[in-house]
């Protein structure tokens, strides 16, 4: 079993919904963070969160520690929101470990 | 410029043949990495060093060497490339200068060999 399982692994939307992408992990961590890989490569980082709930524009990211799951959620989604999400665990400051991706594409 | 520049972009060479792909930061941080990805595999960790005169194997360091020349640069190496280390090769950095850094990545390095 993989320590960091992302589900779904494909998700076709159409513009406008919203959209939520799952990820769940067996390890303890220091912070989880998800990151955003487009179609030419290129990762970019999204949220960094150890607690709660963080929100940046249309993105939502929140996590639960206890349940070991976290969620990220896009509101009004776009055709641009077309991606990769990736969920990577911290562990304690040493190391990061990384889900499979979530491929979305949203379509208009 | 981009914070971390990995280069070349596109390599593609021949069973056997050393390659050298170079990564360097402005972002001033002492922690750099060197990840691969495959087609439905997470970022896997080839290679991380915490400061100049540090140098730790990932999961995956067989067949790879790296050099830290100085806190900004951090070099990979395929010593004899073989097929399977066909893959997306991605640099990165973090400051954990407190408990949890953020990731800042390069725009990857495709090599191919044949």
């Known amino acids: 079993k993989n320590e960091v399982e992302q589900s779904p692994q494909n998700l076709t939307a159409q513009e406008g919904e919203f959209i939520t992408i799952n990820c769940s992990y067996s390890v303890g961590i220091s912070a989880l963070h998800w990151l955003q890989q487009h179609p030419g490569g290129g990762i970019v980082s999204l949220f960094m969160l150890s607690s709660g709930k963080k929100k940046h524009g249309r993105l939502i990211a929140t996590i639960n520690i206890q349940e070991k799951h976290s969620s990220l959620h896009i509101t009004a989604s776009h055709p641009r929101d077309s991606a990769v999400y990736i969920c990577a665990v911290e562990n304690y400051g040493q190391n990061f470990v990384f889900g499979p991706g979530t491929r979305l594409s949203v379509l208009p | 410029d981009a914070d971390v520049t990995q280069t070349p972009r596109n390599r593609i060479t021949k069973t056997g043949k050393r390659i050298m792909l170079e990564c360097s930061q402005t972002?001033?941080?002492?922690?750099m990495y060197w990840y691969r990805q495959d087609p439905g595999l997470g970022l896997r960790l080839i290679y991380y060093s915490f400061d100049v005169k540090d140098i730790n194997k990932g999961e995956i360091s067989d067949g790879y060497s790296v050099s830290r020349q100085a806190q900004a640069k951090f070099s990979l190496s395929l010593e004899s490339a073989i097929p399977n280390q066909t893959a997306l090769y991605f640099c990165?950095?973090?400051?954990?200068?407190?408990?949890?850094?953020?990731?800042?990545f390069g725009e990857g390095s495709r090599l191919t060999v044949l």
């Open positions: 990165a950095t973090s400051d954990l200068s407190f408990t949890t850094g953020e990731l800042f």
């Open positions: 972002k001033g941080h002492d922690r």
